[in-house]
């Protein structure tokens, strides 16, 4: 039998999610979220990603703030975090390392990147950079993402209200829809002129945030 109070971490760590990318426009709106054990995964969530063919810092800044928001609602809520942001914080620290090394979307490093396409290294050490730029890379991914994890706390501390509202009906039921969110934030002004979402797992991006 689960642990009432894992439970409810659980409970609020997936509402967080799916608070932030609610409020967000370029997050990926929520189709579904369980707390339901599924394997060695403790809750699950699907979102619909947007079909694009180019992303901009905007839309990735937005999907790591959203990334971020399971762990920022832990601690905005219990004062404390846990490690069931261990596969969120893997996305997220992927996604930035890319955006600032390969796609040149960092100013202070600039437009430059450092992605090898062929896969074979055509230089004579393992990293094609300094140890002064590699330090830079590394301090402008940590500032990125902890810039992002500040935003989705203060998402969710101005949400309160709302936020409890829904870890509360995933404590009850154990599972949320868009529609659940949708009650409780309201219609999300930027999806006007979105199509309607198919509730269809197999169409979703299926990513368990809770390991």
């Known amino acids: 039998m689960q642990d ?122 393992n990293k094609p950079f300094s140890e002064k730029t590699a330090e830079q890379i590394d301090n402008e991914i940590h500032l990125m993402i902890e810039e992002a994890y500040a935003k989705a706390k203060s998402i969710l501390t101005e949400n309160r209200e709302k936020l409890d509202q829904l870890a509360q009906i995933l404590i009850t039921r154990e599972v949320i829809f868009r529609e659940d969110v949708e009650a409780i934030f309201g219609k999300r002004p930027f999806d006007e002129e979105e199509k309607a979402l198919s509730v269809e797992p197999t169409t979703a991006e299926e990513s368990p945030t809770i390991e």
């Not at 997936?14 to 579904?32: D, F, I, T, Y």
């Not at 800044?61 to 490690?83: K, N, P, Y």
């Not at 996305?91 to 990147?113: D, F, H, P």
């Open 4 to 125: 009432p109070l894992e439970k409810k971490v659980i409970a609020y760590h997936e509402a967080g999610h799916a608070s932030v990318s609610w409020l967000l426009e370029h997050a990926n709106p929520l189709v579904k979220v369980t707390i339901v054990p599924r394997g060695q995964a403790l809750g699950a969530a699907w979102y619909l990603p947007e079909e694009r063919q180019i992303t901009t810092k905007t839309q990735m800044l937005d999907q790591m703030i959203s990334l971020l928001g399971g762990r920022a609602s832990e601690e905005v809520v219990f004062g404390e975090v846990s490690t069931g942001a261990l596969n969120d914080l893997e996305r997220v620290t992927k996604q930035a390392y890319a955006m600032v090394a390969y796609y040149g979307l960092n100013e202070k490093i600039g437009n430059l990147s450092y992605y090898d396409s062929t896969g074979q290294s055509e230089y004579g050490f």
